[in-house]
C-alpha cells in the first residue's frame, strides 16, 4: 500500500483578497442605467459627444442607437450657430448619419466648411450633391438650418418643401463683391430670415413668409431687380450700399411692396437712390391701410435724392410708435423739425435722434466716392448738417421725450443754450454725444448741460481745446482738444464725493453708442430670432401634421 494522501483545505486567503480587489475597482454606474434614461441624458449633450459613447460599450452603443431613431431635432453645431459644423464628413459618413435617424424633422447647425460642387469619381469628398442625397433620405424632413449660399440655392431647387430655419447668413460676404458669391432666391421660398453681405443677387421675388430681409454690399444684377417684389410678412428691412439700377424709377416696386407690409417695423435705406417725392406718395395712398404705421425704427443715410417730404411724412405716419430715427445729413434741416412742430403731433416712445446719420461704411472705406460708383455703388456727395440753433429748438419742443442724442458734423450750430425753452428741457436725456460740431460755444454748453437733470454720458469729439466748465458736474476729465477723442463719463450724484466718480474712455466711432441702453445690436436681433424661431416651428409642425 502507498502513503496516505492528506486532504489540503483550500486557503481562503485568496479568496478575500479577490473580493476587496473587487470592491476597490470603481463602479460602472452607466452601464447600470436603463435604455431610457440614456436616452434622456443625451438628449442634454451634443451629437458629437454621443456618437463618441458608441464605442465605450455594447450598452451604451445600443442607447445611442435607439437615440438616433426617435431624435426628431438635431443641432451640428451644439447650439453655436456662429461656428462651423465638426470636420471630417465624407458624402458616405453624412448619408450614414442620416439614416441611422429616420425621424428626423429639423437639422440645425448644417455649416460646412467646404464643399465641393460635384461629385468625383474614385474620390471622397463632401459635396453639394452628397448632402442633398442625404437629406433625401430623411422622409421627414421639413426644415434645415444653414449658412453655405450654394447648398440653400439647391435645397431651393431640389427639395422646395423644406424650411430653411433660423437666420440665414453667408459667411463669406465682402466688399467689393466677390463674382462667385451669387445666389438665386426662386418665388415663395420658406424663409423667414435672410441676410446677404457681398452677393450677386439676380433679383427680389414674392416671398410671402419672409419676415427680415437684410442686404448689404448686394449687386442686383436684372435691369428690373423689384419687378416683383411683395413680402407681406415683412418686419425689417434693411439695404445698405448696395449696386442696383441707377434709374430711380425702378425703385418705385420696392417702395410700394414696403408698403404693403403692414407689420413692418425696422426701415433702414443707405445709398439708395429711390425717386424723391416717392415716400410722400406711397405713404399718402397707403397709410390708411396700414403702411408704414407701425415702424419703430427710420435710417436714412446717403439717399441722394430723398426729400425732407419723404422723411416727414414717413415720421408722422409712424408717430405713434416711432423709437428711433436716423437722419442723413442733407436731411438735417431747419424746415424738417420746423414742419413737425406744426403738426403738432406726440411721439409717447421716442428715444434715440441720430442727426447727420453717415453709415460706418462710408466712414472707414478708405476707397473715394468715384471708386465705390466704379464698383456700382450710387454716386453720393455727403456735405455736412445744416441744421442751426433754430432748428435744434424745434427738435426740442417735437421730442420732447429724447433719451438719446447724437449729432454728427453740424458746424452751423453754435449756442446748445438756445435749444432748451420753459416748455421742454429734456428732463430724460441721459445720453449726449457730439462729433464735429466746431462753432459750439463754450459758456454756452456749460450752461446746457447744467439744464440736463437726468444727463448720465457725455461724448464729445473734435471740439473744444479743454473740457468746458460745466462738464466737472457730469465727471467729464479727459482732454478733447481737436482731433483727439474725449472721455465717456458717467453722472456723479452731488451728494457723493468725487473720489466716487468713474471715468471710461471713448470710443471715437459716432454711430456706436457708448452705453447698454436699448438700441439695436445681433443680441437682441438673435432674442427676437429665437422668438420667431419657436413660432416657425409650431408651424412647420402644423404643417408636417397635415
Known amino acids: 500500500m502507498g502513503p496516505r494522501r492528506k486532504n489540503v483545505k483550500p486557503c481562503s486567503v485568496n479568496r478575500e483578497g479577490s473580493e476587496s480587489t473587487k470592491a476597490d475597482e470603481p463602479k460602472d454606474y452607466m452601464n447600470q442605467l436603463s435604455h431610457e434614461v440614456l436616452c434622456h441624458i443625451f438628449r442634454y449633450l451634443p451629437l458629437q459627444d454621443i456618437m463618441c459613447m458608441e464605442c465605450l460599450s455594447r450598452k451604451l452603443k445600443e442607447a445611442v442607437t435607439l437615440y438616433l431613431r426617435v431624435v426628431k431635432v438635431v443641432d451640428l453645431c451644439a447650439g453655436r450657430w456662429w461656428e462651423y459644423m465638426p470636420t471630417g464628413f465624407t458624402d458616405s459618413s453624412f448619408l450614414t448619419l442620416l439614416r441611422k435617424m429616420p425621424d428626423i424633422e429639423q437639422l440645425y447647425g448644417l455649416h460646412p466648411r467646404y464643399l465641393e460642387r460635384r461629385r468625383v469619381r474614385g474620390h471622397e469628398a463632401f459635396s453639394i450633391p452628397g448632402v442633398l442625397e442625404a437629406l433625401q433620405a430623411c422622409p421627414n424632413l421639413l426644415g434645415v438650418e444653414t449658412s453655405h449660399l450654394e447648398l440653400v440655392e439647391a435645397i431651393w431647387t431640389y427639395m422646395p418643401q423644406v424650411h430653411i430655419l433660423g437666420k440665414f447668413r453667408n459667411r463669406n460676404g465682402a466688399f467689393p463683391i466677390p463674382p462667385e458669391n451669387k445666389l438665386k432666391i426662386p418665388i415663395g421660398a420658406k424663409i423667414q430670415t435672410l441676410h446677404l453681405v457681398g452677393v450677386n443677387v439676380p433679383e427680389i421675388p414674392c416671398i410671402p413668409m419672409l419676415r427680415h430681409l437684410y442686404l448689404k454690399w448686394v449687386r442686383l444684377t436684372k435691369p428690373q431687380p423689384f419687378k416683383d417684389f411683395l413680402c407681406i410678412s415683412l418686419r425689417a428691412f434693411v439695404m445698405r450700399n448696395c449696386a442696383g439700377p441707377t434709374n430711380s424709377l425702378k425703385y418705385v416696386p420696392l417702395v410700394t411692396g414696403l408698403a404693403s407690409a403692414r407689420n413692418l417695423e425696422h426701415l433702414e435705406l443707405v445709398r439708395v437712390p429711390f425717386l424723391g417725392g416717392l415716400i410722400q406718395h406711397v405713404v399718402e395712398d397707403s397709410w390708411r391701410s396700414g403702411g408704414f404705421r407701425n415702424l419703430h425704427t427710420i435710417v436714412l443715410g446717403a439717399c441722394k435724392n430723398a426729400l425732407e417730404v419723404d422723411l416727414g411724412y414717413l415720421i408722422i405716419t409712424a408717430a405713434r410708435r416711432l423709437h428711433e430715427v436716423r437722419i442723413q445729413p442733407s436731411l438735417t434741416k431747419d424746415g424738417v423739425f420746423s414742419a413737425l412742430k406744426m403738426a403738432e403731433l406726440e411721439f409717447p416712445q421716442f ?77 430724460r436725456l441721459v445720453d449726449l454725444t457730439l462729433v464735429r460740431c466746431h462753432a459750439i460755444k463754450l459758456d454756452s454748453f456749460s450752461q446746457f448741460i447744467e439744464l440736463l437733470p437726468s444727463l448720465e454720458f457725455i461724448s464729445l469729439d473734435q471740439m473744444f481745446r479743454e473740457p468746458p466748465k460745466g462738464c466737472a458736474r457730469v465727471g467729464l476729465s479727459a482732454g478733447t482738444g481737436i482731433g483727439v477723442s474725449s472721455a465717456l463719463v458717467s453722472n456723479q450724484n452731488s451728494n457723493n464725493d468725487n473720489d466716487n466718480n468713474n471715468n471710461h474712455q471713448n470710443n471715437n466711432n459716432p454711430n456706436i453708442h457708448h452705453n447698454n441702453h436699448q438700441h439695436p445690436n445681433d443680441q437682441n436681433e438673435e432674442n427676437e430670432l429665437r422668438q420667431d424661431g419657436q413660432a416657425e416651428e409650431q408651424q412647420i409642425a402644423a404643417e408636417g401634421n397635415l
Not at 445744416?386 to 438719446?404: L, P, R, W
Request: with cysteine; glycine share 6%.
Open 351 to 427: 428715444e434715440t435722434l441720430h442727426l447727420g446719420y453717415v453709415d460706418e461704411f462710408l466712414l472707414q472705406c478708405k476707397m473715394t466716392n468715384g471708386d465705390l460708383v466704379k464698383y456700382g455703388l450710387a454716386d453720393v456727395v455727403e456735405n455736412p448738417g445744416i441744421i442751426t440753433d433754430i432748428g435744434m429748438k424745434a427738435v426740442n419742443e417735437v421730442f420732447s421725450c429724447i433719451k438719446y442724442l447724437v449729432i454728427y458734423n453740424c458746424p452751423h450750430l453754435h449756442n446748445p443754450n438756445n435749444w432748451i425753452t420753459d416748455h421742454s428741457r429734456w428732463t
